[in-house]
T-cell receptor, first 109, second 113 residues
Framework: EDKVVQSPLSLVVHEGDTVTLNCSYEVTNFRSLLWYKQEKKAPTFLFMLTSSGIEKKSGRLSSILDKKELFSILNITATQTGDSAVYLCAVETGNQFYFGTGTSLTVIP | NAGVTQTPKFQVLKTGQSMTLQCAQDMNHEYMSWYRQDPGMGLRLIHYSVGAGITDQGEVPNGYNVSRSTTEDFPLRLLSAAPSQTSVYFC????????????FGSGTRLTVV
């Protein structure tokens, strides 16, 4: 059975801290791994990863994929209150996307 | 460019009623899908379509029907609503060949009483 597991389930940090969110997966026919940010509305796209070891970066956010060990991490440096959200990991396999349950991040001023 | 448009945003149904959640996209995306999001369960795929006239079941298809008569529209039908279908529903679309991931609609919050 294909599955995507995210950890931790929730995280509370202070502004300025660095956080690492984890996503592990067990799927057949892996095509890509995606990260989304969800505030109190629809998820918004952050990154798509298809190759191992190549870091994707956008401002204070970065992500990397390890296809051998079947996981990805999302790093957020110098966190801000606007980073508070649920971060979703999804894995694309063939014609389906499997989502993890998400990591809820709260950044305290 | 409107992106993915979902209607309605909120709906309350009585058990046994039927309804259709509408989803339309104007980006010429081949791939469209419906998800439900429940607390602690993440997003679960209900049905998806890889093009007009082609649909397939996802992880949790029971109690739902879909059709894809045009590239733009992908309605989700609840045949006989049950309280277990209380959830937030998202429609999403993407190009199959351009790796930008999904574009999500704004969601429909459905309550079945």
């Amino acid at each position: 059975e294909d599955k995507v597991v995210q950890s931790p389930l929730s995280l509370v940090v202070h502004e300025g801290d660095t956080v690492t969110l984890n996503c592990s997966y067990e799927v057949t026919n892996f095509r890509s791994l995606l990260w989304y940010k969800q505030e109190k509305k629809a998820p918004t796209f952050l990154f798509m990863l298809t190759s191992s070891g190549i870091e994707k970066k956008s401002g204070r956010l970065s992500s990397i994929l390890d296809k051998k060990e079947l996981f990805s991490i999302l790093n957020i440096t110098a966190t801000q209150t606007g980073d508070s959200a649920v971060y979703l990991c999804a894995v694309e396999t063939g014609n389906q996307f499997y989502f993890g349950t998400g990591t809820s991040l709260t950044v305290i001023p | 460019n409107a992106g993915v448009t979902q209607t309605p945003k909120f709906q309350v149904l009585k058990t046994g009623q039927s309804m259709t959640l509408q989803c339309a996209q104007d980006m010429n995306h081949e791939y469209m899908s419906w998800y439900r999001q429940d607390p602690g369960m993440g997003l679960r795929l209900i049905h998806y379509s890889v093009g007009a006239g082609i649909t397939d079941q996802g992880e949790v298809p029971n109690g739902y029907n879909v059709s894809r008569s045009t590239t733009e529209d992908f309605p989700l039908r609840l045949l006989s609503a049950a309280p277990s279908q209380t959830s937030v529903y998202f429609c999403a679309s993407s190009h199959r060949s351009i790796p930008y991931g999904y574009t999500f609609g704004s969601g429909t919050r459905l309550t079945v009483v």
